[in-house]
């Protein structure tokens, strides 16, 4: 498989249809975490193909089987919420500091077994489900095992795949994993499953890429730290990579990165039982405001030279990090697999990053506590919202 950053669009490889109805669909681990989740979620994607737009994830009544569909679909799944950790867990507990390569291989079953399932509710909804592996998607990586960077794509890969099938085809894929240069099997980092589904729609030359999660939208602050946050209807490419790098977990900032590149608009989707659109991110330029909490990043002091050159390092690697403190004697590092203290710096468990991304793009970080971060956050976030509020919650974003 010949892998190459050009990419060629899906009509030139012989199937025109290959991206004229395909829809491209990401399911974080949340989305099946409650009991009979993978057949709702199958009885959706049916009656979104079979009738060309949205349904309600409630809306069961209707009997799919047998319907052919009147579009094709390629699913990108995660692993169950919280099945990551478990198999961390288990490889951690008969191996402290376990190769990488082992690592990515146990952490990589997550996915492979969901995609099983999800493709069994498929086909028991009477779609044509084909299930893949890293070999399939046309993703290339290279960097740490357990956390590489995508490098490539080739399109061929899901055209081909989606060639001559008929209307009701899923193709299913599983989430953040891509071969590197020797063809073994890498992943894309925690949370990556986003960056397949953008690496799909720009393959398949799709112009938008829907993302469910447990989420009510893009938010100006975590809903479960700060209640009083606001859905942003629409927001810019560059200011969600900002808020993604700085903790806010609904997007991986190097999926809308691609997606920025490529012009590919993200339909953030709530798995709430409506399952219409809340935020939409893509090129026009918007002015928004956030508090963000890096609530799971590994923070490390040391001295600022060696602080800086590490970033410099560790983000030439794909490593997704962010110095902070006004000296730059802190890093912040979403990969807290890795361990510095090799490298001459101490590890602070205890202390989580508060970001508050104002209007005109500035940005204030402050290390505190982990006890203390909600309450760092609720009051930042008021302090930039009560004079002039840019979202009332769960208002309807313009139509895309």
Same mark, same amino acid.
């Given at each position: 498989?010949?892998?190459?950053?050009?990419?060629?669009?899906?009509?030139?490889?012989?199937?025109?249809?290959?991206?004229?109805?395909?829809?491209?669909?990401?399911?974080?681990?949340?989305?099946?975490?409650?009991?009979?989740?993978?057949?709702?979620?199958?009885?959706?994607?049916?009656? !979104?193909?079979?009738?060309? $737009?949205?349904?309600?994830?409630?809306?069961?009544?209707?009997?799919?089987?047998?319907?052919?569909?009147?579009?094709?679909?390629?699913?990108?799944?995660?692993?169950? /919420?919280?099945?990551?950790?478990?198999?961390?867990?288990?490889?951690?507990?008969?191996?402290?500091?376990?190769?990488?390569?082992?690592?990515?291989?146990?952490?990589?079953? $997550? +996915?492979?077994?969901?995609?099983?399932?999800?493709?069994?509710?498929?086909?028991?909804?009477?779609?044509?489900?084909?299930?893949?592996?890293?070999?399939?998607?046309?993703?290339? $990586?290279?960097?740490?095992?357990?956390?590489?960077?995508?490098?490539?794509?080739?399109?061929?890969?899901?055209?081909?795949?989606?060639?001559?099938?008929?209307?009701?085809?899923?193709?299913?894929?599983?989430?953040?994993?891509?071969?590197?240069?020797?063809?073994?099997?890498?992943?894309?980092?925690?949370? @990556?499953?986003?960056?397949?589904?953008?690496?799909?729609?720009?393959?398949?030359?799709?112009? /938008?890429?829907?993302?469910? @999660?447990?989420?009510?939208?893009?938010?100006?602050?975590?809903?479960?730290?700060?209640?009083?946050?606001?859905?942003?209807?629409?927001?810019?490419?560059?200011?969600?990579?900002?808020?993604?790098?700085?903790?806010?977990?609904?997007?991986?900032?190097?999926?809308?990165?691609?997606?920025?590149?490529?012009?590919?608009?993200?339909?953030?989707?709530?798995?709430?039982?409506? $399952?219409?659109?809340?935020?939409?991110?893509?090129?026009?330029?918007?002015?928004?405001?956030?508090?963000?909490?890096?609530?799971?990043?590994?923070?490390?002091?040391?001295?600022?030279?060696?602080?800086?050159? =590490?970033?410099? +390092?560790?983000?030439?690697?794909?490593?997704?990090?962010?110095?902070?403190?006004?000296?730059?004697?802190? =890093?912040?590092?979403?990969?807290?697999? !890795?361990?510095? !203290?090799?490298?001459?710096?101490?590890?602070?468990? +205890?202390?989580?990053?508060?970001?508050?991304?104002?209007?005109?793009?500035?940005?204030?970080?402050?290390?505190?506590?982990?006890?203390?971060?909600?309450?760092?956050?609720?009051?930042?976030?008021?302090?930039?919202?009560?004079? @002039?509020?840019?979202?009332?919650?769960?208002?309807?974003?313009?139509?895309?």
């Amino acid at each position: 498989m010949a892998l190459t950053t050009e990419l060629t669009a899906a009509s030139d490889l012989g199937d025109e249809s290959a991206s004229a109805e395909t829809l491209v669909l990401k399911f974080g681990g949340a989305a099946f975490a409650a009991p009979g989740a993978h057949r709702r979620i199958a009885t959706y994607i049916a009656e !979104r193909l079979r009738t060309g $737009g949205p349904a309600a994830f409630d809306d069961t009544t209707g009997d799919p089987a047998g319907t052919s569909g009147r579009g094709r679909a390629v699913v990108v799944v995660s692993a169950v /919420a919280g099945e990551t950790d478990r198999l961390s867990n288990a490889v951690r507990a008969v191996s402290p500091d376990p190769d990488r390569e082992l690592l990515a291989a146990a952490l990589m079953t $997550g +996915e492979t077994v969901n995609v099983a399932v999800m493709t069994a509710a498929l086909r028991d909804a009477g779609l044509t489900a084909l299930p893949l592996g890293p070999a399939d998607a046309g993703l290339l $990586g290279a960097g740490e095992p357990h956390s590489a960077e995508l490098r490539a794509i080739d399109p061929s890969a899901l055209t081909a795949r989606l060639a001559g099938q008929p209307a009701g085809t899923v193709l299913v894929v599983p989430g953040g994993q891509a071969l590197d240069a020797t063809g073994h099997p890498v992943m894309l980092g925690r949370n @990556s499953s986003d960056l397949s589904a953008i690496a799909a729609a720009i393959a398949l030359g799709t112009p /938008a890429c829907e993302i469910f @999660s447990d989420s009510p939208g893009i938010c100006t602050a975590d809903p479960r730290l700060v209640p009083t946050a606001r859905t942003l209807a629409t927001v810019d490419h560059d200011t969600m990579i900002t808020m993604s790098r700085h903790g806010a977990k609904v997007l991986h900032h190097s999926a809308v990165d691609w997606a920025r590149r490529h012009q590919v608009e993200i339909h953030c989707r709530s798995l709430l039982p409506e $399952g219409r659109v809340h935020s939409i991110v893509g090129t026009a330029a918007t002015s928004a405001a956030a508090v963000l909490v890096h609530t799971h990043g590994a923070v490390w002091t040391g001295a600022a030279s060696l602080v800086h050159d =590490l970033c410099a +390092e560790l983000t030439a690697q794909g490593s997704d990090a962010v110095v902070v403190q006004p000296d730059r004697s802190s =890093l912040v590092l979403a990969d807290t697999v !890795r361990d510095l !203290r090799g490298r001459g710096l101490r590890p602070c468990p +205890e202390l989580r990053l508060v970001t508050t991304l104002f209007p005109d793009g500035r940005l204030e970080h402050r290390l505190v506590t982990a006890e203390d971060a909600p309450g760092v956050a609720r009051a930042a976030h008021d302090a930039v919202f009560r004079p @002039s509020p840019l979202a009332t919650v769960g208002a309807p974003p313009p139509a895309p």
